[in-house]
């Protein structure tokens, strides 16, 4: 009788060691179906396409300010702000994916009118 005990306890001790084996092995896997690609170059170059349309708004907006003489304006992201063309968040920033700290809102815009079409570009970052 006591053979049978020790052969229960031993089986019993065996399957409890494959199931936690197998639990480790399959949380495992499952942990890493939930890990963020966090990818800040995508989303710098929307942040980037988003300036670009708020200014384009603006520019035809403002349309009557472009001439021959003077095919070009300057525009900071912050006028844009200011004026209802672009959407900041909580604080008052259009801040960059890439850098957590840095913010595009002192980024100047060069706005030009060629063939009747307005050419955008932001400014680098220093």
Not at 17 to 27: A, E, R
Not at 92 to 98: E, F, L, R, V
Request: charged share 30%; proline share 2%; hydrophobic share 35%.
């Amino acid at each position: 009788m006591k053979y049978l005990k020790d052969k229960k306890i031993m089986t019993l001790t065996i399957i409890l060691l494959l199931f936690t084996i197998g639990y480790f092995i399959i949380v495992n896997k499952i942990s890493y179906a939930f890990v963020n690609d966090y990818d800040a170059s995508f989303y710098h170059t929307q942040v980037i396409h988003i300036i670009e349309q708020g200014a384009k708004k603006y520019a035809q907006d403002h349309q009557e300010e472009f001439t021959e003489e003077e095919p070009i304006k300057y525009v900071t992201v912050q006028e844009l702000i200011d004026n209802d063309y672009l959407i900041p968040d909580e604080d008052g920033n259009i801040k960059d994916p890439s850098e957590e700290e840095v913010t595009f809102n002192s980024r100047k815009i060069r706005i030009k009118l060629q063939d009747n079409d307005f050419e955008i570009e932001i400014e680098k970052s220093v």
